[in-house]
T-cell receptor, first 110, second 111 residues
């Protein structure tokens, strides 16, 4: 039984570039959330999607966007990358109150 | 002031010790309280969650919530070196909304 899968696992981008991160939730789960975890900090909520609709948005600039597809997979897009966007980006597959996290995508902006 | 405060540690204990990890919070709307364990370079893993006040036990782990004090705890009995990880508390106002995390406490259990 596959858990939450995220791709890619690691990514290096240059300032000003755009990046797309991908997430496949656990089979049967219809909701995903995205979190940003900066080194030494706890994860910070970015977005939540349920049945392809945005259900919540954290305090992140408009450079961050996301979407959910009919198969419940999701993409997180970040435009005009800044050095401060370097972090571990986590996708969570939600079932009720329980959130199951993937391994994350480690993004480094240089 | 952060909504959730957690001592970053590190907390170093010998194998077999009882470990106490704690978080305080300021938002009285929080009703769901979770504890996650995160190993280095991995995603957080849900250990247990509680709703409202009270205690919950699962094996060597016990979670306590005191809403009157806005204080939650996780106790680990008979700690093992494999328990060495970062422990994150997280909270939610409803069962289907964003989680607000603490910074995490790094725990080191020495053999």
């Amino acid at each position: 039984d596959a858990g939450v899968t995220q791709s890619p696992t690691h990514l290096i981008k240059t300032r000003g570039q755009q990046v797309t991160l991908r997430c496949s939730p656990i089979s049967g789960h219809k909701s995903v959330s995205w979190y940003q975890q900066v080194l030494g900090q706890g994860p910070q909520f970015i977005f939540q999607y349920y049945e392809k609709e945005e259900r919540g948005r954290g305090n992140f600039p408009d450079r961050f966007s996301a979407r959910q597809f009919p198969n419940y997979s999701s993409e997180l897009n970040v435009n005009a990358l800044l050095l401060g966007d370097s972090a571990l980006y986590l996708c969570a597959s939600l079932q009720g109150i329980e959130a199951f996290f993937g391994q994350g995508t480690r993004l480094t902006v240089v | 002031q952060k909504e959730v405060e957690q001592d970053p540690g590190p907390l170093s204990v010998p194998e077999g010790a009882i470990v106490s990890l704690n978080c305080t919070y300021s938002n009285s709307a929080f009703q769901y309280f979770m504890w996650y364990r995160q190993y280095s370079r991995k995603g957080p893993e849900l250990l247990m969650y509680t709703y409202s006040s009270g205690n919950k036990e699962d094996g060597r782990f016990t979670a306590q919530v005191d809403k009157s004090s806005k204080y939650i705890s996780l106790f680990i009995r008979d700690s093992q070196p494999s328990d060495s990880a970062t422990y994150l508390c997280a909270m939610s106002a409803t069962g289907f909304q964003k989680l607000v995390f603490g910074t995490g406490t790094r725990l080191l259990v020495s053999p």
